[in-house]
């Protein structure tokens, strides 16, 4: 899952500045752990369950991600990439709510 490679991104990068009390990595793995809990908390029995359950209380969560990550002023280096592939890997993500 494409989910899991953005998270990714942002716990190495999160790992490699321990000594920050917080960053913009940090806030995004802890809004990523968000959808995570979410998604293993479902409770669907068809398809069609899952996707009505994915919208209503996973979308939300990665819509503040986005909402977090399309606000951070001129990120530079490692963040930068990670947001950019980030965003690049949206419209899959999108599929995964469909």
């Keep these: 899952m494409c989910l899991v490679h953005i998270r990714r991104k942002f716990v190495e990068i999160a790992k490699a500045l321990r000594e920050k009390t917080h960053s913009v990595s940090q806030e ?3 809004l990523l752990g968000k959808v995570f809990h979410a998604e293993k908390r479902l ?7 899952k996707v009505v359950a ?9 819509d503040d991600f986005y909402e977090f990550i399309s606000q951070v002023n001129t990120p530079s280096g490692q963040p930068k990439n990670a947001i950019k592939y980030s965003f690049n890997q949206r419209s ?7």
């Design 92 to 98: 899959r993500l999108k599929e995964f709510l469909e």
């Design 54 to 62: 994915r919208n209503k209380s996973v979308k939300p969560l990665l």
């Design 43 to 49: 409770e669907y029995k068809t398809a069609e369950e």
């Design 28 to 30: 995004t793995t802890v």
